[in-house]
């Protein structure tokens, strides 16, 4: 009922812009929410809310890929995807970037209906949001780790190579806590002859992380932080993938350094995953203050790492 009383707003809404709405229209084998229609111009939309799924950004990609099946079609259609109900800044323009359409949260859908009080006040009620605001401490604390982090891509090297293997944790337990649990610092292989920075297990219950799980044949993620001043090369790479093999069950890696991967580190970690099957995800700085800025949005940082697979694993050569 809450999907349908979403999509009846945002409808209500076109109509009293002065736009003719239609409902649920069909357009080349594609069925739309709302097509609306104004001095020639056609507006196509999708509504997204809580009740549709409990994880926004998988039904923004869904919804995307539908509306631009259409658009490609014919000109004069604009998309949008109108999300009734709490969306963080950075996960809307993380939204518009990925997905190419235009994304009206709610605080745009309560501007654009601010004239007509009895409707904004429906749309206020339908998503109550001060229930979902984030705690002010934990605001602060995402607010303090992304401030270290972006001191560090300017300063470069102002860590040491520990505190930054520190920072690198606490975001990921910041973020991910209580699916990433049992993170140990340090860790060596029971012949002492490997170490890597960090571990953790994972908790199963999250459909990323589980399929995570499954898709790899792994009980953990490695952790390797790279404080370095340039972009990474292949040669860390190398010297992390020794670290994983299938038979320990230990297959993924999150290889995180300060300004991110140069071209033949890519190259490097696609042969890993072309070869053995090895996952070398490959972050930065910028990555992790993007999985931060995420994090008040359900789902929203499992996606970020979810589109970075898909697109390490669609680019691999063959």
């Not at 109108?82 to 501007?111: G, R, T, Y």
């Not at 991967?261 to 070398?280: N, T, V």
């Amino acid at each position: 009922m809450r999907a349908f009383r979403a999509e009846e707003l945002v409808a209500e809404l076109f109509q009293q812009l002065g736009y003719r709405v239609q409902r649920e229209e069909a357009i080349s084998g594609a069925r739309i929410d709302i097509v609306a229609t104004k001095d020639e111009r056609s507006v196509l939309v999708e509504v997204v809310s809580t009740s549709l799924s409990r994880n926004i950004l998988n039904k923004l990609r869904a919804d995307a890929a539908r509306l631009q099946s259409v658009i490609s079609i014919g000109d004069g259609k604009e998309a949008v995807i109108a999300v009734v109900a709490p969306l963080s800044p950075a996960a809307k323009e993380w939204s518009e970037s990925q997905f190419h359409v235009s994304v009206w949260d709610i605080d745009m859908l309560l501007s654009k209906a601010a004239p007509f009080a009895n409707l904004r006040k429906q749309f206020e009620d339908l998503t109550s949001l001060g229930s979902r605001r984030p705690a002010k401490a934990d605001t602060d604390l995402g607010g303090d780790l992304i401030r270290e982090l972006e001191d560090h891509i300017r300063e470069k090297s102002t860590r040491t190579p520990s505190q930054y293997e520190d920072l690198c944790q606490r975001v990921f337990t910041y973020v991910f806590d209580p699916t990433l649990y049992g993170f140990k610092r340090q860790a060596h292989t029971s012949d002492g002859a490997n170490r890597y920075d960090f571990i953790c297990r994972i908790r199963s219950g999250n459909q990323f992380w589980d399929n995570l799980r499954a898709d790899f044949r792994t009980k953990a993620v490695l952790f390797e932080c790279k404080n370095y001043d340039e972009k990474i090369t292949a040669d860390q790479v190398y010297s992390t993938e020794r670290y994983l093999f299938a038979g320990a069950l230990r297959t993924v890696c999150f290889l995180i350094s300060r300004l991110g991967p140069d071209d033949g580190c890519i190259r490097a970690a696609q042969g890993a995953m072309r070869e053995s099957g090895k996952l070398i995800l490959l972050l930065s700085n910028q990555d992790l203050i993007e999985l931060i800025k995420l994090k008040s949005d359900d789902g929203g940082p499992e996606d970020f790492l979810d589109e970075k697979i898909w697109n390490f694993v669609i680019s691999l050569p063959r």
